[in-house]
């Protein structure tokens, strides 16, 4: 299954897991799951490190950078 990552869930997913339910945790972690995220997911969480909404440290795109890294993803434009 393809499962296309809302801003949040990627966030938190990647920074705060304890924040992610078990069940969303148990789909991300599947290995039988597709993880996608559009390319407006990462325009977002630029704009809520812009507006102090959430700390995507040392910098957001140094954390987008780690984030992709960490777990790959499909883009979906």
């Avoid at 949040?8 to 078990?22: C, L, N, Q």
């Avoid at 977002?44 to 777990?71: C, F, H, N, Q, Y």
Wanted: aromatic share 6%; glycine share 2%; net charge neutral.
């Amino acid at each position: 299954m393809i499962l296309l990552l809302d801003t949040h869930i990627w966030i938190r997913s990647v920074g705060s897991p304890d924040r992610v339910s078990t069940r969303v945790r148990d789909a991300l972690s599947n290995p039988e799951n597709t993880l996608a995220l559009s390319t407006v997911n990462v325009w977002e969480a630029l704009l809520l490190a812009e507006k102090g909404r959430v700390d995507l440290a040392p910098d957001p795109w140094s954390w987008i950078r780690m984030a992709l890294a960490t777990r790959p993803m499909r883009e979906f434009p």
